[in-house]
């Protein structure tokens, strides 16, 4: 009997040992995820490596460089006008956008200023590169968080921009359409009229857009409380545009610091947000579409006579200075120092771009997420990848 015990309880025992063994052995150490260098959520070659407890997210590291262009060092051997058609590559969705700063930087070495027509023409479509740009993140939003129908209204729509600045510019993507001293030509015939049309589709684009998106019960569980960023950290980290706007700072470049273009002289909000998660970034945009469409329409119906050039020199050649103009472009703030010695180039160039600032803030805000919401946030935070590779 006692015997028979003995073997029983040596059997439990064996069993016991042979749970333990089994457990230890398929316990794992933590898991690295790597995002990109190619994914859709990643706007361009950016990877994000994520380490994982489980489901969340214990520290995430974004790694860029991997398609680096060299604009800065190219615009030392480059001429001013030559200048121009590198930048307005820099942010691919912003074209003309990116023209701007520098032109202004390079006008104010000059103290040459373009005529009030140029100026109007100017912010004209400094904001329809905000629209185009803005109507293609509403649509790929959406589809990074599985509603595609979205995306296909923001490739319809953002073309009707596409086709005004093209039809003023001839070119849809890279105009390179802005001069030192004003603008390359006027405005075609019926261009006008035809805009007007375009910004009402755009308004009509936004409610489409709020009806199918926003008020989404899917769409909000996976934006609302995701990504908080409060005020605070968002300046610490340089954040601008609808991402600081988003985290309930009221500050527009546009408003606060204008430079070169007729905002002061427009009717329009800033828009804030204080929830500082994704949804409310989402939600700034929207609104800033809509605020831009309206700023377009006022410019047009403003336009003043009289030409868009002022007189400039033939030949380029910016006197020695130094010179620093940022604006509130469609990403954020971007500016440029512009370094002259007096040469037809720039002895040195230096771009702040919004993305950088962006991206940097990832390794903060991704820490102690679930993994899914990493699409959501690097969504919300909206970056150009050749925005931070210059």
Same mark, same amino acid.
């Given at each position: 009997?006692?015997?028979?015990?003995?073997?029983?309880?040596?059997?439990?025992?064996?069993?016991?040992?042979?749970?333990?063994?089994?457990?230890?052995?398929?316990?794992?150490?933590?898991?690295?995820?790597?995002?990109?260098?190619?994914?859709?959520?990643?706007?361009?070659?950016?990877?994000?490596?994520?380490?994982?407890?489980?489901?969340?997210?214990?520290?995430?590291?974004?790694?860029?460089?991997?398609?680096?262009?060299? /604009?800065?060092?190219?615009?030392?051997?480059?001429?001013?006008?030559?200048?121009?058609?590198?930048?307005?590559?820099?942010?691919?969705?912003?074209?003309?956008?990116?023209?701007?700063?520098?032109?202004?930087?390079?006008?104010?070495?000059?103290?040459?200023?373009?005529?009030?027509?140029?100026?109007?023409?100017?912010?004209?479509?400094?904001?329809?590169?905000?629209?185009?740009?803005?109507?293609?993140?509403?649509?790929?939003?959406?589809?990074?968080?599985?509603?595609?129908?979205?995306?296909? /209204?923001?490739?319809?729509?953002?073309? /009707?921009?596409?086709?005004?600045?093209?039809?003023?510019?001839?070119?849809?993507?890279?105009?390179?359409?802005?001069?030192?001293?004003?603008?390359?030509?006027?405005?075609?015939?019926?261009?006008?009229?035809?805009?007007?049309?375009?910004?009402?589709?755009?308004?009509?684009?936004?409610?489409?857009?709020?009806?199918?998106?926003?008020?989404?019960?899917?769409?909000?569980?996976?934006?609302?409380?995701?990504?908080?960023?409060?005020?605070?950290?968002?300046?610490?980290?340089?954040?601008?545009?609808?991402?600081?706007?988003?985290?309930?700072?009221? *500050?527009?470049?546009?408003?606060?610091?204008?430079?070169?273009?007729?905002?002061?002289?427009?009717?329009?909000?800033?828009?804030?947000?204080?929830?500082?998660?994704?949804?409310?970034?989402?939600?700034?945009?929207?609104?800033?579409?809509?605020?831009?469409?309206?700023?377009?329409?006022?410019?047009?119906?403003?336009?003043?006579?009289?030409?868009?050039?002022?007189?400039?020199?033939?030949?380029?050649?910016?006197?020695?200075?130094?010179?620093?103009?940022?604006?509130?472009?469609?990403?954020?703030?971007?500016? /440029?120092?512009?370094?002259?010695?007096?040469?037809?180039?720039?002895?040195?160039?230096?771009?702040?771009?919004?993305? *950088?600032?962006?991206?940097?803030?990832?390794?903060?805000?991704?820490?102690?997420?679930?993994?899914?919401?990493?699409?959501?946030?690097?969504?919300?935070?909206?970056?150009?990848?050749?925005?931070?590779?210059?």
């Amino acid at each position: 009997m006692t015997a028979a015990l003995d073997r029983e309880q040596a059997r439990y025992v064996a069993a016991q040992a042979a749970d333990a063994r089994i457990n230890f052995e398929i316990e794992t150490e933590g898991m690295t995820l790597n995002l990109g260098p190619q994914h859709p959520a990643t706007h361009g070659t950016l990877r994000v490596v994520a380490k994982l407890d489980a489901e969340q997210v214990i520290s995430a590291e974004p790694i860029a460089g991997y398609m680096h262009r060299g /604009y800065e060092k190219l615009s030392e051997v480059r001429t001013y006008p030559q200048v121009t058609t590198l930048v307005n590559r820099i942010d691919w969705l912003g074209s003309f956008a990116n023209e701007v700063p520098f032109i202004l930087a390079a006008e104010r070495l000059m103290d040459v200023e373009a005529p009030p027509r140029a100026q109007w023409i100017r912010t004209a479509l400094f904001e329809m590169s905000r629209i185009a740009n803005l109507v293609l993140f509403a649509g790929d939003t959406a589809l990074q968080l599985g509603g595609q129908t979205a995306a296909f /209204y923001g490739f319809r729509d953002r073309e /009707y921009v596409l086709n005004q600045i093209e039809a003023v510019t001839g070119g849809r993507f890279h105009p390179n359409f802005d001069r030192i001293g004003g603008l390359k030509d006027d405005l075609p015939k019926g261009w006008i009229a035809d805009t007007k049309l375009a910004m009402e589709k755009v308004r009509g684009f936004c409610d489409e857009i709020d009806e199918l998106v926003t008020g989404n019960e899917i769409f909000q569980a996976r934006t609302r409380g995701i990504g908080v960023i409060p005020g605070d950290v968002a300046m610490s980290y340089g954040l601008s545009g609808a991402n600081l706007r988003g985290s309930g700072v009221d *500050f527009d470049l546009r408003r606060d610091a204008p430079s070169g273009m007729v905002h002061p002289e427009l009717d329009w909000t800033v828009h804030t947000h204080p929830d500082g998660d994704c949804f409310s970034r989402w939600w700034i945009r929207i609104q800033e579409i809509r605020e831009a469409s309206l700023m377009v329409d006022q410019c047009l119906d403003g336009l003043p006579s009289g030409p868009i050039m002022a007189k400039v020199p033939r030949i380029i050649k910016v006197p020695a200075g130094e010179a620093y103009v940022q604006t509130e472009n469609p990403l954020g703030a971007m500016g /440029y120092y512009v370094v002259s010695k007096g040469d037809l180039g720039p002895f040195r160039l230096k771009i702040r771009s919004a993305s *950088f600032n962006n991206v940097s803030i990832l390794p903060w805000v991704l820490r102690g997420v679930y993994v899914p919401d990493i699409v959501s946030i690097l969504a919300s935070l909206y970056f150009i990848l050749g925005d931070i590779d210059r």
